[in-house]
């Protein structure tokens, strides 16, 4: 059975920082790309960054390039987001998502979804 499993949410204030971290297991990452989306009620689920697990290339939406930093531990099979600087407009529900295409833009090239995690900034 495939499954991806988030961790790391929670409540932070603005300025902090988190580290969200997903593990995949039920099958072989080495022709995926992992990654995480976000979404706000009533927007659509939004890009953040990806990494392809066969050659540890990364990917990043413009906006959050050098705000956010993906990483993986292939050994442990889980992807990792650091978020830092976190500001109020990043309170979202988080998704690590997997897909066969590199990079995942768009939920639409999402295979299988974790089951969100939710992030919350206080200003």
């Known amino acids: 059975e495939v499954q991806l499993q988030a961790f790391g949410g929670g409540l932070v204030q603005a300025g902090g920082s988190l580290r969200l971290s997903c593990s995949a297991s039920?099958?072989?990452?080495?022709?995926?790309?992992i990654g995480w989306f976000r979404q706000v009620p009533g927007k659509e689920r939004e890009e953040i960054s990806c990494i392809s697990w066969r050659d540890g290339s990364t990917y990043y939406a413009p906006s959050l390039k050098g705000q956010f930093t993906i990483s993986s531990d292939n050994a442990k099979n889980t992807v990792y987001l650091q978020m830092n600087s976190l500001k109020p407009e990043d309170t979202a529900v988080y998704y690590c998502?997997?897909?066969?295409?590199?990079?995942?833009?768009?939920?639409?090239?999402?295979?299988?979804w974790g089951q969100g995690t939710q992030v919350t900034v206080s200003s």
């Open positions: 998502a997997v897909g066969d295409h590199y990079p995942l833009r768009t939920p639409t090239m999402v295979e299988y």
């Open positions: 039920g099958f072989t990452l080495d022709d995926y790309a």
